[in-house]
T-cell receptor
Framework: SQQGEEDPQALSIQEGENATMNCSYK?????LQWYRQNSGRGLVHLIL?????REKHSGRLRVTLDTSKKSSSLLITASRAADTASYFC?????????????FGTGTRLTVIP | DTGVSQDPRHKITKRGQNVTFRCDPI?????LYWYRQTLGQGPEFLTY????????KSRLLSDRFSAERPKGSFSTLEIQRTEQGDSAMYLC?????????????FGPGTRLTVT
């Protein structure tokens, strides 16, 4: 399978705390992307990190990528209740060339006000 | 709103009926993707178009499924002789680029329930 696997499957934190989610994958990639999905809504792109990058920031988000370990992490700092959602990592495998994304099963984040 | 739109948002059908979904991508995007998402799972790739050409199909796309993208604009996904296992959220996404690293923009999805 080319799916990423997120860890943990579920995470519950207090507002203001940081949340860290991890993703492991199996094949070489062009890039890895993180998406957020609120209940009943579509997926929203958060951040893309290329295979030659090691870290990337966007607002309160910090993503790291370790291609030697085939793993990535998403850190959300100073969490808010509005961050409650499912978070998916998605890999763009190197060999397809089509930029098809392969998603994991997601981490369900609950931020308690 | 200039995002990806999908129609209908919900569809309930009886087993054996045919259904068709429509996706309107972001206008300047040349790539269009279909995914399927079941409860508790991440989206699974079904097929993708570059302009009007269907370039890749997943093994998940059985011969009961057909997708088109006439003139490289909107796309339709048809499921013939629906089965209860087809019940899922069908997501459409679009992106710009011929190759390289581009994010995909997703529509709200069409939730299909087969009774």
């Amino acid at each position: 399978s080319q799916q990423g696997e997120e860890d943990p499957q579920a995470l519950s934190i207090q507002e203001g705390e940081n949340a860290t989610m991890n993703c492991s994958y199996k094949t070489s990639i062009n890039n890895l992307q993180w998406y957020r999905q609120n209940s009943g809504r579509g997926l929203v792109h958060l951040i893309l990190i290329r295979s030659n990058e090691r870290e990337k920031h966007s607002g309160r988000l910090r993503v790291t990528l370790d291609t030697s370990k085939k793993s990535s992490s998403l850190l959300i700092t100073a969490s808010r209740a509005a961050d409650t959602a499912s978070y998916f990592c998605a890999t763009d495998p190197y060999q397809t060339g089509a930029n098809n994304l392969f998603f994991g099963t997601g981490t369900r984040l609950t931020v308690i006000p | 709103d200039t995002g990806v739109s999908q129609d209908p948002r919900h569809k309930i059908t009886k087993r054996g009926q045919n259904v068709t979904f429509r996706c309107d991508p972001i206008s300047e995007h040349n790539r269009l993707y279909w995914y399927r998402q079941t409860l508790g799972q991440g989206p699974e790739f079904l097929t993708y178009f570059q302009n009007e050409a269907q370039l890749e199909k997943s093994r998940l796309l059985s011969d009961r499924f057909s997708a088109e993208r006439p003139k490289g604009s909107f796309s339709t996904l048809e499921i013939q002789r629906t089965e209860q296992g087809d019940s899922a959220m069908y997501l459409c996404a679009s992106s710009w680029g011929l190759a390289g690293n581009y994010e995909q923009y997703f529509g709200p999805g069409t939730r299909l329930t087969v009774t």
